[in-house]
């Protein structure tokens, strides 16, 4: 069971936006900031957004992020093929003394 | 350009220690803006975080409660790099376990990851 709260699965077809939740509480996303990360298959999680709507150089901006109280979600514009892969939410937690993540969401482009 | 990379055996015992390396370069594990984490992912568990070491001053050392009583993580400033031990190893410790930078606020950078199977 997951400290952060996201959704199995999402999908959309290609060109569409879709928008990933992840739920927390007062301990982890309301005072801390949070990271996504993209991961394909077989490789290492990474950095997508951090600081709540920051994208690291060559992330496209495609991708942003947004936080409200205890709750952050990642949109995803103009959907592309190369998209589908699983992401993933991740916040310090303040309680537990430690970063925590979110299950996981495995976005598909149909 | 920073770069992680993992090295340590596949398979380890049941009851044994798992012994996993870190080498960085790009980067100082002694930077006092940075801190150096362990974190897993399995099936079962999903990701999760094992703990860190970072330099502020003096080493600090972090543990997650899940793993405290079993797990070291030490700095190497001669080799530059750091490493985890994991003792008592069981079949629910199989997982890919991955080192990871933590930059202000995020894990920016992750290790190649390393696939750890505990089997006899």
């Known amino acids: 069971q997951s400290v952060l709260t996201q959704p199995p699965s999402a999908s959309a077809t290609p060109g569409q936006g879709v928008s990933i939740p992840c739920s927390g509480s007062?301990?982890?996303?309301?005072?801390?900031?949070v990271n996504w990360f993209q991961q394909f298959p077989g490789t290492a999680p990474k950095l997508l957004i951090y600081s709540n709507d920051q994208r690291p150089s060559g992330v496209p901006d495609r991708f942003s992020g947004s936080k409200s109280g205890t709750s952050a979600s990642l949109a995803v514009s103009g959907l592309q093929s190369e998209d589908e892969a699983d992401y993933y939410c991740a916040a310090w937690d303040d309680s537990l003394n430690g970063w925590v993540f979110g299950g996981g969401t495995k976005l598909t482009v149909l | 350009q920073v770069q992680l990379q993992q090295s340590g055996p596949g398979l380890v015992k049941p009851s044994q220690t798992l012994s996993l390396t870190c080498a960085i370069s790009g980067d100082s594990v002694s930077s006092n803006s940075v801190t150096w984490n362990w974190i897993r992912q399995s099936p079962s568990r999903g990701l999760e975080w094992l703990g860190r070491t970072y330099y502020r001053s003096k080493w600090n050392i972090a543990y997650a409660v899940s793993v405290k009583s079993r797990i070291t993580i030490n700095p190497d400033t001669s080799k530059n790099q750091f490493s985890l031990q994991l003792n008592s190893m069981t079949p629910e410790d199989t997982a890919v376990y991955y080192c990871?930078?933590?930059?202000?606020?995020?894990?920016?950078?992750w290790g190649q990851g390393t696939l750890v199977t505990v089997s006899s």
């Open positions: 990871v930078r933590g930059g202000l606020g995020s894990l920016d950078y």
């Open positions: 007062t301990s982890n996303i309301r005072s801390n900031t």
